[in-house]
């Protein structure tokens, strides 16, 4: 697949197999996560790889939308040192850095979904207590990563009336 097709095929996948992802998929997905862009280089990242299946299973208590944890061998928490930066900035740049995140999944023929955490109170609670996460973490989002157990189409969502040229 080249990379603008990677792009145009990417959907959420929320049905997995059970079979575990080798170490040198998740290194990859890694390596593309902190490749992203990040405002100032700063790279305020940090990501936490749950595969514990008890760890997963208690996450849907709090996060009502994230129950194909229940399914998923994984999960990849990416959030953000406010030692670094600033929380507008940590989201902004932990987003990017997810994009990658499920870019480099789907490159690779596995399925991933973001769950959102940030700005949500009680799934910011609830991920920090759970991950024992220090107080200058923040958790920006969760994604769910596996071997699909669904297809789902690609969809063209071009829109040539969201484009203006030189101004509105
Ligand atoms: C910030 C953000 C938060 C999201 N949170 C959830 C979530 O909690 N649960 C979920 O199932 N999908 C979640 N999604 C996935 C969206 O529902 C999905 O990307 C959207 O419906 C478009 O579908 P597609 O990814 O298949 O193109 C989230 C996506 C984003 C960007």
């Known amino acids: ?10 959907r959420s996948i929320r049905k997995y197999k059970k079979d575990k992802i080798p170490e ?5 997905i890694l390596e593309a996560a902190m490749n ?19 760890i997963l299973d208690k996450i849907p208590l709090f996060h009502l939308n994230s129950r194909m944890l229940y399914e998923a061998p994984m999960a990849i928490l990416v959030a953000g040192d406010l030692t ?7 989201a ?15 490159s690779l023929g596995l399925g991933a979904c973001w769950l959102g955490i940030y ?10 207590e759970l991950l024992n996460l220090p107080e200058s973490v923040l ?10 157990d669904e297809g789902k189409p690609q969809i063209n969502r071009f829109e040539q009336n969201r484009i203006h040229y030189n101004g509105w």
């Open 84 to 90: 670094v930066t600033r929380d507008i900035f940590i």
């Open 36 to 54: 992203a862009p990040s405002r100032k280089n700063e790279r305020p990242w940090h990501f936490v790889i749950i595969n514990n299946r008890k």
């Open 119 to 128: 700005p949500d109170e009680d799934r910011m609670k609830g991920i920090k």
């Open 92 to 106: 902004i740049d932990c987003s990017a850095s997810t994009e990658n995140i499920l870019l480099a999944a789907h």
């Open 1 to 10: 697949m080249n990379f603008l097709d990677v792009i145009l095929s990417r």
């Open 139 to 148: 958790p920006i989002s969760l994604i769910s990563i596996g071997y699909p």
């Open 24 to 28: 040198t998929h998740i290194k990859s």
